[in-house]
């Protein structure tokens, strides 16, 4: 293997484009695929108590990570993706962005590897990189928004050529894009709700797990866990007596 070429290209060369090139929607379907797939992973492990699948999922997730950096090609979430959209128009994005974002992907599953692979240690703060992790698929499926690509075009604050969603050639956004008055106050509304109901479930629900007592916890005032704390003392006074 040539090192200069490995280093310095990544993806496939297609006429019309100056770089190589990653097919978006093959990234995005395969984001897609490992969200859900960790999504399962928490219901199943949740629900009937079980590691191994968190295991199974994360050293694959790492291994998948692996390939991605060596080469697209080998990757076998990337050939699920493939074959999944092989009907679609391919949307092309620069290489060694992508390449440069799934590598820090695999730096991301390197701690998860360790805590929850080869030594079961769980811990809230530990769980919270698995849920960075899932996060950033999420807005990559979801939204065409690839954080790796963003911090990369910072480093070498330059515009890479061929970003997703086509963000670094769109200098003026279509009138399809834009708000009027109303759907900019419905957008509000719904963003608020959001918010709000997200809040008060965590505020309002009782805690069956630490890290559901965490995030209980975290979205409350200290005089409102105080306020708890004293009803639950009154409650046991309560039961006491009888």
């Known amino acids: 293997m040539n090192l200069k070429r490995f280093l310095g290209e990544y993806g496939e060369k297609v006429p019309g484009y100056d770089t190589t090139v990653i097919n978006e929607r093959e990234a995005r379907a395969a984001a897609g695929l490992l969200?859900?797939?960790?999504?399962?992973?928490?219901?199943?492990?949740?629900?009937?108590?079980?590691?191994?699948?968190?295991?199974?999922?994360?050293?694959?997730?790492?291994l998948d990570f692996f390939a991605r950096v060596i080469s697209p090609k080998y990757s076998p979430s990337l050939l699920l993706a493939k074959f999944i959209v092989r009907n679609q128009k391919p949307d092309y994005t620069g290489g060694m962005q992508k390449r440069f974002a799934w590598m820090l992907g695999w730096f991301i599953s390197f701690p998860m590897m360790y805590w929850f692979v080869l030594h079961w240690d769980i811990t809230f703060y530990k769980v919270l990189i698995c849920v960075l992790c899932l996060s950033l698929m999420f807005l990559e499926s979801a939204f065409s928004i690839c954080v790796g690509c963003m911090i990369y075009k910072a480093i070498k604050r330059e515009d890479p050529q061929y970003c997703p969603g086509g963000v670094c050639e769109i200098k003026q956004k279509d009138p399809i894009q834009r708000f009027n008055p109303v759907?900019?106050?419905?957008?509000i509304l719904t963003f608020i709700g959001l918010l709000a109901g997200i809040y008060l479930f965590l505020a309002k629900t009782e805690s069956k797990t630490f890290f559901g007592e965490f995030l209980h916890e975290l979205v409350?005032?200290?005089?409102?866990?105080?306020?708890?704390?004293?009803?639950k003392i009154a409650q046991e006074f309560e039961n006491e007596d009888f």
């Open 220 to 231: 409350l005032t200290k005089a409102q866990l105080q306020q708890e704390e004293e009803k």
């Open 183 to 187: 759907q900019t106050i419905i957008a």
């Open 35 to 62: 969200f859900m797939l960790g999504m399962i992973v928490i219901f199943v492990g949740i629900g009937y108590n079980h590691i191994i699948v968190a295991r199974v999922y994360l050293a694959f997730l790492f």
